[in-house]
């Protein structure tokens, strides 16, 4: 039972964070307990979230524990590179959009899943290397990021990168070969384009302190010695009969670099441990001050993608079992900490700063995301005291330098000394107001660009 104090800051802490659930917290009686999980994580100001699949939306039974239970819904496919770029430069949105409609209308959070991994990438890029990849790959991630601006708590920026085994080192990939760089060179272009999500990078059989979840640690550590822009790490605890000795401690390691650390695709397969099992991971991030929330893949067993392992909080009727009741009870019981309010962290690089046009006519700021040999460019077109009904933009490339590609706007030439005209549908921009497109190239990029009203 909880005791008034706690009772009291977990009250606090709901309003601390804003948590706006479905279900409240019963205070009758002796039953101080919440009787959901989103409820009863937001005591301590954390969330508890389902990874959910926009086919499944019109299942009545699958939605209402959705709406009833969780505080924060992850994508279990529609955000991945093959969902959201089926052919290059061809965005889809759609079945994302659905998830962040449902996620909003519930008032949750919505985990960003996954931005670059190396599975499920669409054909076309699973057929390019080296700096054309590297390209593609950032230029995935600053337009699905673009898009979500705003709205994103969380985005995976980069999935799975390091290899099983004892090596502690990177995995084999077609984005590795482009270069040990390639995660910073996403995380910056994340960072460029929604500077209010967190950014994590998310693994498997990282849950206890091993070799591999050592290189993520690492890596984690290096990023943050050299300002490279990450907030978070998921611990995906896909976990079988067992959880390892040292969950927590390695939950805490992880934490003390100062990123928090989130649980993100928890499921356990069924057997004499599950429920147990479930409710020491619940009690190692509540015992986390920097852990932020929970997330289970998946509702009820039939949604799981571990094929007859029933592994989840729901059975296939959607009736709760036991392993959710003593989440609920852990959630309940509560822990010793409530998560820091993380340090702001620094935005990308600003665009270079061009002051508003004092007259009529317009200003370009050019901000790049760089790597060895190769750079996004994203272009802020601001108009000047009087409308704008069509735009050219102008830079200067160094020698050797050339656009590969460019959007939200069509380009004259490649190298040299290039212009980018409107297209149709941002050729108009109030006064005052701004539009954005973006390009990519070989080379060094243009430091400064001009901008005509035409
Ligand atoms: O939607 C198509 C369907 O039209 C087609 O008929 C069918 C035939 O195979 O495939 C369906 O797509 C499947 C998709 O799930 C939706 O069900 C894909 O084949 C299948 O590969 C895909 O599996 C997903 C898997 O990631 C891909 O590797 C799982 O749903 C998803 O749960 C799983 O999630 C991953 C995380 O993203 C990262 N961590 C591990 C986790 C579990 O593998």
């Known amino acids: 039972m909880l005791n008034s104090r706690r009772a009291r800051s977990g009250l606090l802490a709901m309003v601390a964070t804003g948590a706006v659930l479905a279900t409240s917290v019963a205070l009758s009686g002796n039953a101080d307990a919440a009787t959901t999980l989103g409820a009863s994580a937001a005591q301590s100001g954390r969330y508890f979230g389902a990874a959910i699949a926009a086919g499944k939306l019109g299942d009545a039974t699958y939605t209402r524990i959705l709406n009833t239970e969780f505080s924060a819904v992850t994508p279990e496919n529609e955000m991945k590179w093959d969902a959201t770029e089926p052919s290059q430069g061809r965005f889809t ?62 985005w995976d920026v980069v999935n799975e990168a390091f290899a099983d ?24 272009a994340a960072r460029a384009a929604d500077p209010a999500a967190k950014l994590c990078y998310n693994d498997y059989n990282t849950d206890g302190v091993n070799a591999k979840s050592t290189g993520v640690y690492n890596m984690v550590r290096d990023f943050k010695s050299r300002g490279v822009p ?15 000795g040292d969950y927590q401690a390695n939950l805490q390691r992880f934490a003390d670099l100062g990123v928090d650390v989130q649980i993100t695709e928890l499921d356990v397969a069924q057997g004499g441990n599950q429920a147990n099992i479930y409710a020491s991971v619940t009690k190692a991030c509540l015992a986390v001050s920097r852990c932020t929330g929970i997330t289970v893949w998946g509702i009820r067993d039939s949604d799981s993608w571990r094929t007859g392992e029933n592994p989840l909080l729901f059975d296939n009727s ?9 989440v609920l009870n852990a959630l309940n019981a509560g ?18 700063s061009t002051p508003p046009p004092s007259g009529a006519g317009c200003t370009a700021a050019v901000s790049l995301n760089s790597w060895d040999g190769g ?11 009087s409308a704008l009904s069509g735009w050219t933009v102008s830079v200067t490339l160094p020698s050797g330098g050339a656009i590969t590609g460019a959007w939200s706007a069509t380009n004259s030439g490649t190298s040299g000394t ?19 497109f973006g390009f990519q190239g070989t080379g060094g990029g243009p430091g400064t660009a001009t901008c005509q009203a035409s």
């Open 93 to 154: 949105y759609t079945n994302g959009d659905r998830i962040l409609q449902q996620g909003q209308s519930m008032g949750a959070k919505v985990r960003g899943h996954a931005l670059l991994w190396h599975q499920q990438q669409p054909s076309w890029a699973q057929s390019l290397s080296g700096s054309a990849l590297r390209s593609a790959a950032i230029n995935h991630v600053t337009q699905v990021a673009t898009h979500y601006k705003g709205k994103i708590y969380a």
């Open 230 to 244: 990450i907030d978070c790490v998921g611990f995906q605890s896909h976990l079988g009969t067992s959880i390892p």
């Open 418 to 436: 290039v212009g980018f005209r409107n297209v149709d549908y941002n050729g108009n921009v109030a006064a005052g107001a701004s539009t954005e």
């Open 375 to 385: 750079y996004v460019a994203t272009v802020r077109v601001t108009a000047g005291s």
């Open 165 to 188: 085994g004892g090596s502690g080192g990177r995995r084999d990939s077609n984005l590795q070969r482009t270069g040990n760089d390639w995660i910073e060179a996403a995380f910056r």
């Open 318 to 326: 959607g009736n709760k079992k036991a392993a959710y009741t003593s």
């Open 335 to 352: 822990g010793t900490t409530t998560p820091t309010t993380p340090p702001t962290t620094p935005p990308g690089t600003p665009p270079s």
